[in-house]
């Protein structure tokens, strides 16, 4: 499985498009088509979930039904590195994301009984990667079919950020005693970390089912959310905040909660992965089949690159040099594989 270059026409549509109380436009100064190279770094994943890269110039990715954790090496060839114990996948639930802190992999799974985070030490050299004895760091967080979570993420104060979901247990994403329907916050040994707004986990609630997390230049924490049938969200996140679920989804205007920043219906995102490259807001569209970029400056507008170019996009994450990686999604039992799937690509912004 060794990566392949070859080139992308990009199509960009210079319209305005009102996604309810969301503008959303084409990004200035951008031509009509525009070619951006498109470097494919990996082929042939298996319901892959998570990329994480590693200070070699590789990365690791996740597989959610098999619980295998995937080698891209430096020189771009794939490995095995080995498998998650105790993974029960299922539905949306199995082996999900991934995190690397001081020498340790951490990875979100589910079990017969809960989802959790458990860490690995992450030894060897590239190529030759290998995982030490798991150690359970947070469990307890409930599990279903669907509404799982699962994405992991260290932020800038090097706490671990973990976004959950419902569980089908919508009235319970008000409880803070719950860890479903949330955005925890742990140390890297999973004690709750010091200045959590409940004395506990939780750092914010109301959520549905988040999906990806990332942080701008300021420190400002940005999560994606899968809605129900009429709204996915993206939401700037704030310590001890309220996020409406089940009260309401999408822009509500409601007291006592945050409305998101901007909302797609569900067919034009159902959002996962996200990622900030300079100073804006990749987020990976599933159903949507494309990436949306969202101004961090001016979080209203947003525009859709590459769609339908690649089918389901799982995760995002920022790249070398501005460009940015994508994990394809399409052979999870939701999508339409195509030839090499699925893939890890390498794309950039169209050029203005």
Not at 7 to 27: F, R
Not at 107 to 136: C, K, Q
Request: glycine share 14%; charged share 20%; with cysteine.
């Amino acid at each position: 499985m060794r990566g392949i270059r070859c080139a992308a026409t990009v199509l960009v549509l210079g319209v305005l498009v009102l996604t309810g109380c969301v503008a959303v436009s084409a990004p200035p100064d951008t031509g009509t088509s525009e070619t951006t190279p498109m470097k494919t770094l990996a082929t042939g994943l298996e319901a892959p979930w998570s990329v994480v890269r590693l200070d070699d110039g590789g990365a690791l990715i996740s597989q959610r039904d098999d619980g295998r954790i995937i080698e891209l090496t430096p020189s771009g060839s794939t490995r095995v590195v080995g498998t998650v114990p105790a993974v029960v996948s299922g539905g949306e639930a199995g082996l999900n994301g991934l995190a690397v802190h001081d020498g340790m992999l951490y990875a979100y799974h589910s079990t017969a009984d809960d989802n959790r985070v458990v860490r690995m030490p992450l030894t060897g050299d590239p190529g030759a990667r290998r995982l030490g004895a798991p150690e359970t760091v947070i469990d307890g967080i409930p599990r279903a079919a669907n509404h799982d979570g699962g994405r992991i993420a260290f932020g800038p104060d090097d706490m671990l950020y973990i976004g959950t979901g419902d569980a089908g247990q919508r009235d319970r994403a008000q409880d803070p005693d719950y860890l479903g329907g949330k955005i925890l916050r742990i140390t890297p040994d999973g004690d709750p970390a010091p200045g959590n707004p409940f004395d506990n986990a939780v750092y914010s609630l109301g959520h549905r089912n988040v999906q990806g997390l990332a942080w701008d230049s300021d420190g400002t924490l940005w999560a994606s959310e899968f809605g129900q049938d009429t709204w996915d969200e993206l939401n700037r996140i704030e310590a001890g905040g309220d996020y409406g679920w089940p009260l309401h989804e999408g822009i509500a205007g409601a007291d006592g909660s945050i409305d998101p920043v901007a909302q797609w219906k569900p067919e034009e995102a159902s959002p996962s992965g996200i990622a900030v490259v300079d100073d804006v807001v990749l987020i990976a569209g599933l159903r949507g089949e494309r990436l949306w970029v969202v101004q961090t400056s001016s979080p209203g507008s947003g525009w859709p690159m590459y769609t339908g170019d690649f089918g389901r996009l799982r995760d995002v994450i920022p790249g070398p040099d501005g460009t940015f990686w994508v994990l394809t999604n399409n052979t999870d039992g939701r999508g339409s594989p195509r030839d090499a799937d699925d893939r890890l690509l390498q794309l950039g912004f169209p050029e203005g």
